[in-house]
């Protein structure tokens, strides 16, 4: 069970994110604060896992309460505006929800929260890497015959039309497919979409520059850019492996 505090000076998201909570068995709603300050009163008394922290409210905002917080529960940022969310990751958020809050979006960020949680009790049963078939690599059509690619070997994907280009640290591969068939059919735990033209393996990533993630290609830095559409799960997934 996922002890919850909600915090919203507006009762309308109060409402909103307590009936999601009620749908979630896994989630047991402790209180609802109208403020920083209740709900700073709120965690001395109650033992929170998670909270649903507003960012825009009088007296207090959510970033300024969770940067005075010395060991603060999982937090999941709610706001209508969204361009809190770097700032929201910096500082070790789960996730961030743009309101309104749609139930599959709000789902999503729990998930992503359980997951932190079972890992901090130490409960989390080590899961394999994915792999096709039980394999750690594919086949794909080029220069007229099957070439086989090693997951491990794949520095980023870029689409270019009707093609991809699978690009390797000495090599790269030119195949017939599309970015969205291509990705569909990769294990989301070795790469992550960035961009609509670009797949990065995840291990590969050296850095996140601004709008640019940063990896190695024959020796030297590349750099990739980062679409507005992606870059929220992608600071999701640098967040949750931020020391």
């Given at each position: ?15 909103v994110?307590?009936t ?12 609802k ?13 109650h ?23 010395s ?5 999941i940022?709610?706001t ?19 309101k ?9 960020a ?7 949680i079972?890992?901090?009790?130490g409960?989390?049963?080590?899961v ?11 086949f ?19 689409g270019l ?11 790269r ?7 969205k068939?291509?990705?569909s ?15 990065v ?20 830095p ?22």
């Amino acid at each position: 069970m996922i002890n919850v505090l909600i915090v919203d000076d507006e009762p309308l998201a109060l409402d909103v994110i307590e009936t999601h909570v009620a749908k979630l068995p896994e989630l047991n709603l402790v209180l609802k604060c109208n403020n920083a300050l209740e709900a700073n009163d709120a965690l001395r008394v109650h033992d929170i896992d998670l909270i649903f922290l507003d960012i825009q409210m009088p007296q207090l905002t959510g970033i300024e309460f969770l940067r005075t917080l010395s060991n603060p529960p999982l937090v999941i940022f709610t706001t209508a505006y969204p361009n809190y969310a770097v700032e929201g990751f910096e500082l070790n958020a789960v996730d961030y929800l743009l309101k309104p809050i749609s139930l599959d979006r709000f789902i999503k960020a729990v998930n992503k929260a359980s997951d932190q949680i079972q890992l901090k009790k130490g409960s989390q049963v080590p899961v394999a890497e994915p792999v096709v078939d039980g394999n750690d690599y594919f086949f794909v059509k080029a220069d007229k015959k099957l070439v086989k690619i090693n997951y491990h070997d794949i520095i980023y994907i870029e689409g270019l039309k009707d093609y991809v280009i699978i690009r390797m640290a000495n090599s790269r591969v030119v195949t017939l497919q599309t970015m969205k068939s291509l990705e569909s059919k990769l294990p989301p735990q070795l790469f992550k979409r960035i961009h609509r033209s670009y797949i990065v393996g995840i291990e590969k990533i050296q850095a996140v520059v601004g709008n640019m993630v940063e990896v190695v290609e024959k020796g030297q830095p590349k750099h990739l850019p980062i679409g507005k559409n992606y870059r929220e799960e992608l600071l999701a997934i640098v967040n949750q492996n931020k020391l």
